[in-house]
């Protein structure tokens, strides 16, 4: 058993890895600006992920935290909101002596063609401002080399679906199937991302996840 720290239990992802935590046993506290309850079995808390100090007062004494909170898809974020938070995630786990950080990424860093998938013709405009930020806070943690970190990027399309448990495992290119189309559902993402914090595939890395 873990006793994990997410921030973000309350979003679509959030909530599906806590409930995926629990099903494992693991103690869980679900960090939400609010305080909410997201799931049966989670402690919840208040706090925000873009302040060091409350990264390190709500991290203290936890095995791993676990970052959920993402951009938003509708271009609201500003650009740099992604890196300023994860510098906050470091600063604050470094300041609270926990060395692990799973790290709920975007597919739009990922490799495809020769090229970034952000990049990629047909790559929703909207969608831009939020996964650039994404790919900046990815850029980010590869430079940081004291924290345990690891960066999940899910397929280019993840959406509410079957709980499989059958999925791959990559690293940082955009995975398709025979089809060409890269998905995965959020309750599969969540199994991808909590096998992780049991048998990580990788440390200060990328990978992705898809079927």
Known sequence: MSAVVLFGATGSSGRAIAAELVRRGDQVTGVSRRGAGSVAGVTPAAGDASSAADVARLAAGADVVISATGPRRDGSD???RQADLARALVDGL????VGRLIVVGGAGSLRQGGGRHVDSPGFPDAWKPGALGAVSARD???????VDWLYVSPAAVIE???R?????VGGDE???DASGVSRISIDDYAIGVVDQLEQPAAHRAQISLAY
């Open 78 to 80: 500003p650009a740099d």
């Open 160 to 162: 509410p679906g079957e």
């Open 164 to 168: 499989t448990g059958t999925f791959r």
């Open 174 to 176: 955009l995975l398709t």
């Open 140 to 146: 980010f943690y590869l430079t940081v080399r004291d």
């Open 94 to 97: 470094r300041a609270a002596g």
